[in-house]
């Protein structure tokens, strides 16, 4: 814990060292800014060609092709999911949360892309609706899908709590993982990585820094959507916290499924072409 008193005493210029303006780390005006029109429109005769129903407390693992789209609602009532991703064709290949919150903030939506991890650094997906962008950032300071938290894991469970829990979300993800691939559950755990917290309503306090959780604003009907920018495997838990009022890895929380469903257009997205991987030659320099 933080000490409430600093154990050093502030120096005259401490206000004006903290009055200095910031300056945004990662501008990103350099990136085509996506128009979601055209791919709003490609949702016209689109065929749902896949559908996974995620049970509380679980996970499983769905496919998406390039050029498709997936949706993830919430069905039965209030719940938080756990969203991994990797290339379809190398489980290398992964979503890469840090470098995403680095360029779109810490809460996702409507027009932000899911960016893979290094040395690839390419879009994985973009998402394209989003039915809670209504919410924005509330007086706490929280929003919605969130980018900064890791995923409940047995390992922090046991730290602080003891025991052994094995539905947690990594704990989720990696069965489900094993069950796709084939891996061991050892091989598959070394794969799964930070999430995307679909609908999970988070922030950092102000007084302390600290991550925090409130109640998810979801209801069923609502869905978060993205198009797949390669062949995607990917992976959804529904998290043991329910909706995340109250605990996050417990057998006490209300929890309830998510859909899953991946849809085909019947045309293509003008002018879209499939992820390339990054353009940097990796020489480092020498």
Not at 19 to 25: D, E, N, T
Not at 150 to 158: E, G, L, Q, S, V
Not at 228 to 253: E, K, N, R, Y
């Amino acid at each position: 814990m933080k000490p409430e008193t600093p154990a050093h005493v502030a120096p005259e210029d401490a206000a004006a060292r903290r009055a200095v303006a910031p300056v945004i780390c990662y501008p990103v005006e350099g990136l085509p800014a996506p128009d979601l029109a055209p791919y709003h429109a490609a949702r016209d005769g689109w065929e749902q060609v896949a559908e996974v129903l995620v049970p509380a407390r679980e996970a499983r693992c769905f496919d998406v092709p390039a050029g498709h789209f997936f949706r993830i609602t919430s069905v039965e009532g209030p719940q938080v999911g756990d969203l991994n991703l990797w290339n379809a064709h190398d489980l290398h290949e992964r979503f890469y949360s840090g470098k995403t919150r680095a360029l779109h903030g810490t809460h996702l939506s409507a027009g932000d892309r899911m960016w893979s991890n290094l040395p690839y650094l390419r879009e994985m997906a973009l998402i394209t609706a989003d039915t809670l962008d209504w919410y924005g950032f509330d007086g706490f300071g929280g929003g919605v899908h969130d980018v900064i938290g890791t995923r409940c894991d047995p390992y922090t469970h046991n730290l602080l709590s003891g025991g052994q829990y094995h539905h947690c979300c990594h704990s989720n993800l990696t069965r489900a993982l094993a069950a796709r691939t084939g891996l061991s559950l050892h091989e598959a755990e070394l794969h799964v990585h930070d999430v995307l917290n679909v609908f999970m309503c988070t922030g950092f306090t102000r007084e302390s820094g600290q991550y925090f959780m409130k109640a998810s604003p979801v209801r069923p009907g609502d869905f978060i959507e993205f198009f797949a920018g390669m062949d995607l495997l990917g992976a959804l838990s529904a998290c043991p916290g329910g909706d995340c009022s109250t605990v996050h890895s417990s057998d006490q929380a209300a929890c309830f499924p998510l859909l899953v469903q991946v849809f085909k257009p019947q045309r293509a997205v003008p002018g879209w072409q499939v992820s390339r991987a990054n353009g940097y030659d990796r020489s480092h320099g020498l």
